[in-house]
């Protein structure tokens, strides 16, 4: 099984700051990394897929980049409504696994 | 546009079979572009992926629940149901179901990522 490790698991910003988040893979995946958005009581959201392609509508200030074991979601200029949990995902090999966790908290 | 709804009983006694249905509408669990899967979440905790199933009725579950796990379709009715067996409450969570599909361009040939979800249902295992 594929162990996805985000890191920070909490992070408190205040609005316009820059947010970077991270996702290691215990073993190579390409690109088959995805992340998704969690808000209080709701299901998650898809945000970004295959690593960097954005899904219909997300808005721009959210960006994936990496590949292989190392990722990363980059939030630009936080806005209040992006307190969430963000979780990364890989498809690469089944089991498909999901990391832990990043809770962002606005200041 | 798709869209998922699942539906079940919110409590389980322990022991007992956790039994849940997703209803797919404005869409066919017939489509051979998707897959459609299972996935919870404990209070608290993070997302556990359980299993999915094909239109074609293959299965493939998470290894830490298959002995206990079945999901299967219906495509008369646009539904899949999960059923768990021998719940503890270990399995209160939020169950979700979720659509996976194929990727495109450069990444044709692989896994996507899980594009639309249901609202989630909560199960609660108690007596």
């Known amino acids: 099984e594929i162990v996805l490790t985000q890191s920070p698991d909490f992070q408190s910003v205040t609005p316009k700051e820059k947010v970077t988040i991270t996702c290691r893979a215990s073993?190579?995946?390409?690109?088959?990394l995805h992340w998704y958005q969690q808000k209080p009581d709701q299901s998650p959201k898809l945000l970004i897929k295959y690593a960097s392609q954005s899904f219909s509508g997300v808005p721009s200030r959210f960006s994936g980049s990496g590949s292989g074991t190392d990722f990363t979601l980059t939030i630009n200029s936080l806005e209040a409504e992006d307190a969430a949990t963000y979780y990364c995902?890989?498809?690469?090999?089944?089991?498909?696994?999901f990391g832990q966790g990043t809770k962002v908290e606005i200041k | 546009q798709v869209q998922l709804q699942e539906s079940g009983p919110g409590l389980v006694k322990p022991s007992e079979t956790l039994s849940l249905t997703c209803t797919v509408s404005?869409?066919?669990?017939?489509?051979?572009?998707?897959?459609w899967s299972w996935i919870r979440q404990p209070p608290g905790k993070g997302l556990e992926w359980i299993g999915y199933i094909y239109y074609t009725g293959s299965t493939n579950y998470n290894p830490s629940l298959k002995s206990r796990v079945t999901i299967s379709v219906d495509t008369s009715k646009t539904q899949f149901s999960l059923k768990l067996s021998s719940v503890t409450a270990a399995d209160t969570a939020v169950y979700y179901c979720?659509?996976?599909?194929w990727g495109g361009g450069d990444f044709a040939g692989t896994i996507n990522a899980f594009d639309i979800w249901g609202q989630g249902t909560m199960v609660t295992v108690s007596s």
């Open positions: 404005g869409g066919s669990v017939s489509s051979g572009s998707y897959y």
């Open positions: 995902h890989q498809s690469s090999s089944l089991p498909w696994t």
């Open positions: 073993q190579t995946i390409g690109s088959s």
């Open positions: 979720a659509r996976v599909g």
